[in-house]
């Protein structure tokens, strides 16, 4: 902690000048700051869902997490808490794609490809904009402007010689932009359909003890088995297990509206906390040009999504939340509260980031061509 390192250099240094420093501030005790950050989230939750905000579960503790980690950081959500948040998010998908979805997004498949080429090809024009005129460089730029899960474009980042920190803070950039514009959109137009999830009660019978313990045994097991395995493995892990044993009958979910808040605040708080004011020193020559370069291709995207509304006879809402450049569980989480065709918006997203992870190098690689010398 940086109270604790000025305090050993004061009492190492003999220069007198030391003695009369004043004393370090006093830093409250990790659990109180803890505490003061959940129930600023809960505050925030509740202040949206006053407002009927889509997500409200999500956004609030995201934009309290980033207000937190910029002014006063020191804090850092484990990663187990955000996979296993995911994980319930992965059987909440797997409940609302029932036999009927699955076979619509089958007929779709074609328009489903189309969608994604769009999305890819959109972000290629982006990443070789933000190249030329962002002063960023080339495969940093390419893997920050490619739509996927954050987690696995940081790390084949990584993997491809790019500049993971400056990838990561482009990646969530691009999420936080993407997240409250989804949001208000979904607010403002809403959506008719019936791809919603009502929360289920606290069990009150033995019996319905048993079916949540099942459904949270299965998003556990799907995090362990997929985690590693899948890209966002730790989402569609539960997500592919949830369907096979919810469509066979073997258990039935069962997700209580506390736990899918507390889901929704592990994901946004494990956002907002990985902006510090380490990372705006590290972007802010270039914050400016990652922000106008998300909404970029932000608006590209949503009139994209009016094309692909017309092809799939479907909502602008769904069309926008399955070709929009934000995360999967993200966008599922906004699809799922604003009553929108959660199967194909799901199905997209995810066609879309397996997509990016056989492309990724070659997309990187050729906007990196267009870097000045």
């Given at each position: 902690?940086?109270?604790?390192?000025?305090?050993?250099?004061?009492?190492?240094?003999?220069?007198?000048?030391?003695?009369?420093?004043?004393?370090?501030?006093?830093?409250?005790?990790?659990?109180?700051?803890?505490l003061v950050l959940a129930l600023a989230c809960l505050l925030a939750n509740r202040l949206l869902a006053l407002v009927h905000m889509p997500?409200?579960?999500?956004?609030?503790?995201?934009?309290?997490?980033?207000?937190?980690?910029?002014?006063?950081?020191?804090?850092?959500?484990?990663?187990?808490?955000?996979?296993?948040?995911?994980?319930?998010?992965?059987?909440?998908?797997?409940?609302?794609?029932?036999?009927?979805?699955?076979?619509?997004?089958?007929?779709?498949?074609?328009?489903?490809?189309?969608?994604?080429?769009?999305?890819?090809?959109?972000?290629?024009?982006?990443?070789?904009?933000?190249?030329?005129?962002?002063?960023?460089?080339?495969?940093?730029?390419?893997?920050?402007?490619?739509?996927?899960?954050?987690?696995?474009?940081?790390?084949?980042?990584?993997?491809?010689?790019?500049?993971?920190?400056?990838?990561?803070?482009?990646?969530?950039?691009?999420?936080?932009?993407?997240?409250?514009?989804?949001?208000?959109?979904?607010?403002?137009?809403?959506?008719?359909?019936?791809?919603?999830?009502?929360?289920?009660?606290?069990?009150?019978?033995?019996?319905?003890?048993?079916?949540?313990?099942?459904?949270?045994?299965?998003?556990?097991?799907?995090?362990?088995?997929?985690?590693?395995?899948?890209?966002?493995?730790?989402?569609?892990?539960?997500?592919?297990?949830?369907?096979?044993?919810?469509?066979?009958?073997?258990?039935?979910?069962?997700?209580?509206?506390?736990?899918?808040?507390?889901?929704?605040?592990?994901?946004?708080?494990?956002?907002?906390?990985?902006?510090?004011?380490?990372?705006?020193?590290?972007?802010?020559?270039?914050?400016?040009?990652?922000?106008?370069?998300?909404?970029?291709?932000?608006?590209?995207?949503?009139?994209?999504?009016?094309?692909?509304?017309?092809?799939?006879?479907?909502?602008?809402?769904?069309?926008?939340?399955?070709?929009?450049?934000g995360g999967l569980d993200s966008m599922t989480i906004i699809a799922i509260d604003t009553h929108a065709d959660v199967g194909l918006v799901?199905?997209?997203?995810?066609?879309?980031?397996?997509?990016?992870?056989?492309?990724?190098?070659?997309?990187?690689?050729?906007?990196?061509?267009?870097?000045?010398?």
């Open positions: 902690m940086p109270s604790l390192a000025l305090l050993f250099a004061l009492a190492s240094s003999p220069s007198p000048a030391s003695a009369s420093s004043p004393p370090p501030r006093w830093s409250p005790p990790r659990w109180v700051r803890w997500a409200g579960g999500f956004i609030g503790p995201m934009a309290v997490s980033i207000v937190y980690g910029v002014g006063i950081g020191g804090l850092r959500l484990p990663r187990v808490a955000f996979k296993l948040g995911q994980g319930v998010i992965g059987v909440l998908i797997a409940q609302t794609l029932t036999l009927g979805v699955l076979m619509q997004i089958l007929a779709a498949w074609p328009v489903m490809l189309l969608a994604t080429a769009i999305t890819l090809v959109l972000s290629v024009g982006v990443g070789i904009g933000l190249v030329r005129y962002g002063g960023l460089p080339g495969s940093t730029a390419a893997w920050g402007t490619t739509p996927g899960a954050a987690a696995a474009m940081v790390a084949m980042a990584e993997e491809n010689d790019a500049d993971p920190r400056i990838v990561a803070a482009m990646q969530y950039v691009r999420v936080v932009a993407v997240v409250l514009i989804g949001a208000l959109v979904s607010h403002v137009l809403g959506a008719s359909g019936g791809g919603g999830h009502q929360a289920t009660p606290w069990p009150g019978e033995v019996a319905g003890w048993g079916q949540l313990a099942a459904t949270l045994a299965v998003a556990g097991l799907g995090v362990w088995l997929f985690d590693r395995r899948l890209p966002a493995g730790a989402l569609l892990g539960p997500v592919m297990l949830g369907c096979l044993l919810s469509l066979t009958g073997v258990i039935t979910i069962v997700l209580p509206g506390p736990l899918l808040e507390l889901a929704y605040a592990a994901l946004g708080i494990y956002v907002g906390l990985r902006f510090d004011r380490e990372t705006l020193r590290n972007i802010a020559r270039s914050l400016g040009a990652m922000i106008i370069a998300s909404l970029t291709l932000i608006a590209l995207c949503a009139l994209s999504a009016v094309a692909i509304t017309w092809l799939m006879h479907t909502e602008f809402v769904t069309a926008y939340l399955g070709t929009s450049p799901v199905a997209l997203q995810t066609l879309r980031l397996f997509t990016v992870v056989m492309v990724g190098p070659m997309m990187a690689r050729f906007v990196a061509r267009f870097a000045r010398p």
